[in-house]
C-alpha cells in the first residue's frame, strides 16, 4: 500500500506512468529530478503516509528503491 | 507599522553590524518594528552599547545557527530554533513582513521552496542580484540557485525579474537580455535557445535578444536571464576580474616614488569609479517568485548594506510588491 502510495508521488513528479517506474531508476539521471524535486517528493511522502523519513537516509536516497527502502525502514 | 524581521547572527560580522543598522535606521525613521531573530543575550548585549531610547524592538530567541556547510534541506529539517526556519514561521502567521538575512543561501531558498512555497505560475523562487556596470545597474537573474535549470523556469525569472526591476527602480519597461555565446537568436545551447522562443512570444517583455558577456559590463541591459550554472561563473568572473584591476592599479602605484605622487592626484577619481560599482546601495538581493518577501544580503555585510537592505525593503512593501508578482502571473 505505501510503495504504491510512494510510486505515484515520484511517477507525479517525473511526469511519466506509474507502470512505467523502474525500481532502479535514478532521480537524477533517469527521471530527471533534481535535489530539490526529490526533496518536494519526500516531504509529499512523509505527509502522505504520516511519517518522518530519517534525515541520514534522505540524503543517500539516489533510486526509486532507495526511496521505497528509506519508507520501509521507518 | 510596517514590521521587519531581521536575522542578527547569519552574517559572517557577528550580531553587532545587524544591530547598528537598526540603531541608525531608528535614529532617522519610526515607521518600522524590528522582531530581531538570533541569540537573545548576545543580542541584548549588543542593544546595550547604544545610547538609544526610541529603538522598536522584539527578541524572538533563536539559539539554532545553519552553518555555511550545513546541508540545507536536512538544515531547516532539524535546525528549527535557527532564526531562518523561525522567522519564516513568523512570515506564514503574519507576524512580520518580512525578513532579512545574510545567513545560508541554501537555507534560505530551501524555506522559500518548501515552507513559504512558490506563487502560482512559479516552480523555482530564484536570487536576483544586483550587478552595477556602467551604465543602469543590472539585475542578474539567476545568480546560483539553479544550476540545472528548464527554459519554462528562465521564462518565469524573466516575468519575475521584469516586475522587480520595475518597481525597484521605477523603469516602466526594463530591457531584458538572455545570456548566450553570440547576439544571434541561433546562438546558444539547448536551454538558450528554448528560452527565447518563449520569452520573445511575451509581447509585455522588452526582450532584447542574446547578449554576450562581454558586453555585460557597459550595461546594454537591464535585466539578465541565465541559468544558475552560467550566471555565478559570469558573477564571480566579474568580481574576480573588477578586484583583480584594481591590485594591479595599486601595485603599479605603490612601485616608485613617481607613481605614487601620480595615484595621489587620481585618487579621488578611482574613489568615484569604487563608489560607481558599490552594489551595496541597492541593498540585498530579494528570493523573487515566493509568497512571502525575504532578502539576502551578503555573507560578509557591514551594517550599511543592511541599513540599505532595510529602506529597499520598506520599499517593497509600501508598493506591494508580493501583490504585484503574483499580479504578473495571472495576466
Same mark, same amino acid.
Given at each position: 500500500m505505501n510503495a504504491d502510495k510512494v510510486k505515484e508521488i515520484i511517477a507525479k513528479h517525473a511526469n !511519466? &506512468?506509474?507502470?512505467?517506474? &523502474?525500481?532502479? #531508476? /535514478?532521480?537524477?539521471? &533517469?527521471?530527471?529530478? /533534481? *535535489?530539490? &524535486?526529490?526533496?518536494?517528493?519526500?516531504m509529499e511522502i512523509e505527509e502522505a503516509l504520516n511519517i518522518k523519513i530519517d534525515n541520514d537516509k534522505l540524503i543517500n536516497i539516489k533510486t526509486v528503491k532507495d526511496a521505497l527502502d528509506s519508507v520501509n525502514n521507518v | 507599522m510596517i514590521k521587519i524581521?531581521? /536575522?542578527? *547572527? %547569519?552574517?559572517d560580522n557577528g550580531e553587532f553590524e545587524v544591530i547598528k543598522a537598526i540603531v541608525e535606521y531608528s535614529k532617522k525613521y519610526n515607521d518600522v518594528e524590528f522582531i530581531i531573530f538570533g541569540d537573545e543575550d548576545i543580542i541584548k548585549d549588543e542593544i546595550s552599547?547604544?545610547?538609544i531610547s526610541n529603538l522598536n524592538y522584539i527578541i524572538s530567541d533563536a539559539k539554532d545557527k545553519i552553518e555555511m556547510n550545513d546541508h540545507p534541506v536536512i538544515s531547516i529539517r532539524t535546525?528549527?530554533? #535557527? #532564526?531562518?526556519?523561525?522567522? *519564516?514561521? +513568523?512570515?506564514?502567521? %503574519?507576524? !512580520?513582513d518580512a525578513f532579512i538575512s545574510a545567513g545560508s543561501t541554501g537555507a534560505l531558498v530551501a524555506i522559500a521552496q518548501f515552507i513559504l512555497k512558490p506563487i502560482n505560475g512559479v516552480d523555482r523562487p530564484v536570487l536576483g542580484a544586483i550587478v552595477p556596470t556602467n551604465n543602469t545597474p543590472m539585475l542578474l537573474v539567476d545568480s546560483g540557485c539553479n544550476v540545472d535549470s528548464k527554459p519554462e523556469w528562465l521564462y518565469? +525569472?524573466? !516575468?519575475?525579474?521584469?516586475?522587480?526591476?520595475?518597481?525597484m527602480f521605477n523603469k516602466d519597461n526594463p530591457s531584458i537580455g538572455l545570456l548566450s555565446v553570440g547576439t544571434e537568436e541561433n546562438k546558444?545551447?539547448?536551454?538558450?535557445?528554448?528560452?527565447?522562443?518563449?520569452?520573445?512570444?511575451?509581447?509585455?517583455?522588452?526582450?532584447?535578444?542574446?547578449?554576450?558577456?562581454?558586453?555585460?559590463?557597459r550595461g546594454i541591459c537591464d535585466i539578465l536571464i541565465t541559468d544558475g550554472f552560467a550566471g555565478n561563473v559570469f558573477l564571480k568572473t566579474y568580481e574576480g576580474t573588477a578586484k583583480l584591476i584594481f591590485e594591479l592599479i595599486k601595485e603599479q602605484i605603490m612601485s616608485s616614488i613617481f607613481t605614487k605622487i601620480g595615484g595621489l592626484i587620481i585618487k579621488p577619481a578611482l574613489k568615484n569609479i569604487l563608489l560607481k560599482y558599490d552594489a551595496k546601495v541597492y541593498g540585498g538581493a530579494p528570493i523573487l517568485g515566493t509568497n512571502y518577501l525575504i532578502v539576502k544580503c551578503h555573507g560578509n #555585510?557591514?551594517?550599511?548594506? +543592511?541599513? *540599505?537592505?532595510?529602506?529597499?525593503?520598506?520599499t517593497l512593501i509600501n508598493k506591494n510588491f508580493i501583490k504585484t508578482i503574483k499580479n504578473s502571473f495571472e495576466r
Open positions: !511519466i &506512468d506509474i507502470d512505467k517506474l &523502474d525500481l532502479n #531508476s /535514478d532521480f537524477k539521471n &533517469d527521471l530527471h529530478l /533534481d *535535489s530539490i &524535486d526529490l526533496f518536494q517528493v519526500v | 524581521g531581521i /536575522d542578527a *547572527s %547569519g552574517g552599547k547604544f545610547k535546525k528549527t530554533n #535557527s #532564526s531562518i526556519v523561525k522567522a *519564516s514561521k +513568523y512570515l506564514c502567521e %503574519g507576524k !512580520i518565469q +525569472y524573466a !516575468i519575475l525579474a521584469n516586475s522587480y526591476y520595475k518597481l546558444g545551447n539547448n536551454l538558450t535557445l528554448a528560452t527565447y522562443k518563449l520569452i520573445r512570444n511575451n509581447n509585455e517583455l522588452n526582450f532584447i535578444g542574446n547578449v554576450e558577456a562581454r558586453d555585460l559590463t #555585510s557591514q551594517f550599511g548594506e +543592511y541599513l *540599505s537592505t532595510i529602506s529597499q525593503v520598506k
